[in-house]
């Protein structure tokens, strides 16, 4: 489809108008910024429609014109703000030059089917525009705490010298504060200890449930797979509360009637709570993964004597790890992230992560939260890319397994 | 299957150690409610680290007392109580004393004497206002304000705050009933000792509401006490409630452009209780804890971490210099001289008879 259009110039008018449209919504915001909209709107489309003017109309060459104005936005950023405004000048000086010739010599509809009418051309540019709004809209709020915990100040405020780029407007002493404080140490660890544990009980449980409901001759198969993912439907403050009374008894019977330690019932009950909580995710993912597994395997297995365990640990297992895999991920960061359960269920001596950071977050002014989320985010990443890696793969196996 | 395995072998490991430590009569770790934030540093420099070092006890610190009450009473309906030693303030030990949730100290055999040998409940004197509480600190709720975005007169007065003509933007209040009813009426013209008699009848409850209305779209309502230092260091206010102790950190440790304005400071108590129904070894161990945590230099020593009064007359002279910053103490006290002359004294009586109802007319009059 690409370069199927012969481009031709398009009439001043149209790129003047244009530009003017765009130069005017830069010049609101950065109005808006400074406490004068109106006045923004109109000096920013009279100046963008003046350098497309110049651009088109009065420097004969198009490299000449684009050069020109970066070097120009160059010199204003750096006369008015300083480097880093040269830095953002120069790229805006880019943009400009760029956007500018790509409408006057009619590139925009170089990649577009010849037949489309300008209606169409519009909105093919619209729906780009929509689609990168809500990207932005997704990623902005993640992306915008990750500056903020190398603040040097103890509030999550952009200071003056972070905007500046200022060396001594960021530190890493919220970094230092998460890996020396005793408290997050403590709740990190914790973290590590229980999410782990509670992801194993979940997938071995998950993944025999999900087995289990595979089977024909099971009776009831629907209503108790509604009982066993319930926990991911209801609200997770009524789980909650019940979990609180429940796991208090069995708390009570555990360390009264069999003697056993505090500290350990405690990690118990948070990590029995948590295997709950984790538990329909190992088996949704398992039962998908079950859909394309062909049972003809199992039988051919038992022709050649192996007995249902063998079967299982050699047969079926590998060809459905990818969903026991993506199922525990999901089983983990749920584990990982769950902070209501958690202050329900578990005492001081259990506190996790996400605990110490909701009371961080409630109690005292520390972008040391910041520091751990941007952190926590990082560790995301990390294990979505895996879990993708893994669909992947479970796609090429499914691909060659006879179905 | 390993996490059986995992879980049995920590069973089996837990009942050797469990029958190992059977032999004390003190329980050797507790878990102790407090604040969290520069609050509970004051209190692990002050008491926790020392008291860790002479026993040998491990200390949690679990930041919940913001809902101490209703954990507590969950806990006792539970029968699960997990917390040792909790920091509560005043009018919430109260309504745990009656209901029973919190333990009663006798505070001439249960706290340390001064060091002059005065009993504990001379020492303590008025600031024992339930027999389950046991004071730690004074502190109050006043008003910080941004000094560069306030003009040229700076605020003097808590009316002030309800003076939106002569200084607009936006300020924080706590939205809660506790001191906003209260100031509320202050500045609508009740003398300062009729306000609580005034709060009584539904007429003056909604004549501190409609006062509170005249400025109701000017105010953001925070819940916690780090919400209005945050927002006075946004300038998102230019003048904000919140308690003395983060105001002094936002200024002298933070160097914050913001100022106090103590005049209509509302003063209030915090302490420890003990819940009530802990085991004998819990409850040996917590209150050997309190008897070292609130002697007289001990409550003397917080003081040098946050700028919070000693509860003891006692400490009040020992009171010095701040630990990193070197600033001397004194001034910054709620219980200073000239600060204590502008101050306002909360009635605990009359918030723990009609918390309840004036929290539901305040919610309901904030949802209008």
């Known amino acids: 489809m690409a370069a199927l259009t012969v481009i031709s110039r398009k009439p001043l008018s149209f790129v003047l108008s244009v530009t003017a449209l765009l130069g005017a919504l830069l010049g609101v915001l950065m109005g808006m910024s400074m406490g004068n909209a109106p006045l923004g709107l109109i000096a920013g489309a009279a100046i963008t429609s003046a350098v497309a003017y110049l651009g088109t109309s009065v420097i004969p060459e198009e490299r000449t014109a684009r050069y020109g104005l970066i070097a120009a936005t160059l010199i204003a950023g750096l006369y008015f703000f300083g480097l880093v405004g040269g830095l953002t000048g120069a790229l805006w000086g880019w943009f400009l030059g760029w956007f500018i010739f790509w409408l006057y010599e009619g590139r925009y509809r170089a990649r577009l089917h010849p037949y489309l009418t300008p209606g169409q051309v519009l909105w093919h540019f619209t729906f780009r525009i929509i689609c990168g709004l809500i990207f932005a809209f997704l990623i902005i709020p993640i992306i915008v705490v990750m500056p903020l915990s190398f603040n040097a100040q103890d509030f999550f405020t952009f200071t003056p010298e972070m905007l500046r780029f200022d060396p001594a407007g960021y530190s890493l002493k919220h970094y230092n504060d998460f890996f020396t404080n005793n408290e997050w140490q403590r709740s990190f660890k914790n973290s590590l200890i229980i999410a782990p544990i509670a992801t194993l009980v979940s997938v071995s449980l998950g993944t025999l449930a999900a087995i289990g409901l595979s089977q024909s001759h099971v009776p009831f198969k629907r209503a108790i797979m509604a009982i066993l993912i319930s926990p991911m439907i209801v609200p997770l403050i009524i789980s909650a509360t019940g979990m609180f009374f429940f796991y208090a008894g069995l708390g009570k019977f555990l360390e009264y009637q069999l003697g056993l330690d505090k500290n350990l019932v405690g990690y118990m009950k948070v990590v029995l709570a948590h295997a709950v909580l984790g538990i329909p995710f190992v088996i949704i993912t398992v039962t998908a993964t079950l859909v394309g597994f062909d049972n003809s395997l199992t039988r051919a297995a038992a022709n050649m004597g192996a007995n249902p365990v063998t079967t299982f640990f050699r047969v079926q297992m590998p060809l459905i790890l990818p969903g026991v895999i993506s199922g525990g991920l999901f089983a983990f960061i749920t584990s990982f992230d769950e902070v209501v359960v958690i202050m329900f269920v578990g005492s001081a001596s259990q506190k996790t992560l996400p605990w110490q950071m909701f009371t961080g977050l409630r109690e005292q002014i520390s972008p040391t939260i910041l520091a751990v989320a941007t952190i926590l985010v990082a560790l995301s990443i990390v294990l979505l890319t895996t879990l993708e890696l893994l669909r992947r793969r479970s796609e090429k196996l499914r691909g060659m397994s006879p179905s | ?368």
Not at chain 2, 39 to 59: C, F, R, W
Not at chain 2, 89 to 96: F, V
Not at chain 2, 118 to 140: H, K, N, R
Not at chain 2, 164 to 192: H, Q
């Open chain 2, 1 to 368: 299957m390993k996490s059986t395995k995992t879980i049995l072998t920590g069973a089996a490991l837990s009942l050797v150690a469990g029958s190992a430590f059977a032999g004390s009569h003190m329980a050797s770790e507790m878990t102790i409610v407090s604040w969290g934030g520069a609050y509970s540093k004051s209190q692990l420099n002050a008491y926790h680290d020392p008291y860790s070092e002479m026993t040998g006890v491990t200390i949690l610190n679990d930041d919940s007392s913001s809902t101490a009450v209703a954990k507590l009473r969950a806990m006792n309906e539970a029968g699960n109580i997990t917390w040792d030693v909790v920091d509560v303030e005043a009018a919430p030990a109260m309504q745990l004393c009656d209901e029973g949730l919190a333990m009663v100290i006798d505070p001439d055999t249960m706290l340390a004497a001064a060091p002059d040998g005065t009993p504990a409940s001379e020492d303590f004197g008025d600031m024992l206002v339930s027999e389950c509480f046991i004071p730690q600190i004074v502190y109050s709720t006043t008003f910080g304000y941004r000094t560069d975005l306030v003009g040229d007169t700076a605020p003097t007065s808590v009316c002030d705050v309800f003076d939106t003509a002569a200084y607009p933007g936006k300020r924080s209040l706590f939205s809660v009933p506790i001191n906003t009813m209260e100031w509320a009426l202050l500045c609508d013209g009740v003398a300062k000792a009729d306000i609580y008699d005034t709060l009584e009848t539904e007429e003056g409850q909604d004549r501190a509401l409609a006062k509170l209305d005249t400025i109701k779209d000017d105010v953001i309502w925070v819940s916690s006490g780090s919400d209005t230092p945050q927002l006075l260091a946004d300038g998102e206010v230019i003048m904000g409630a919140t308690y003395n102790g983060r105001l002094f950190s936002l200024i002298e440790e933070q160097k914050q452009p913001v100022a106090m304005i103590w005049d209509g400071q509302v003063m209030d108590l915090d302490g420890w209780i003990i819940p009530a129904g802990l085991s004998p070894e819990r409850q040996a161990r917590a209150l050997d804890y309190i008897m070292f945590a609130t002697d007289t230099q001990r409550l003397a020593d917080q003081a040098k971490w946050i700028s919070y009064g000693p509860a003891r007359a006692s400490s009040a002279p020992l009171v010095g210099k701040h630990a990193d910053l070197g600033i001397d103490m004194g001034p910054h006290m709620p219980t200073a001289p000239e600060n204590l002359s502008r101050a306002f004294l909360m009635n605990y009586d009359f918030w723990a008879d009609y918390r309840d109802d004036l929290d539901a007319k305040f919610q309901a009059w904030l949802a209008k």
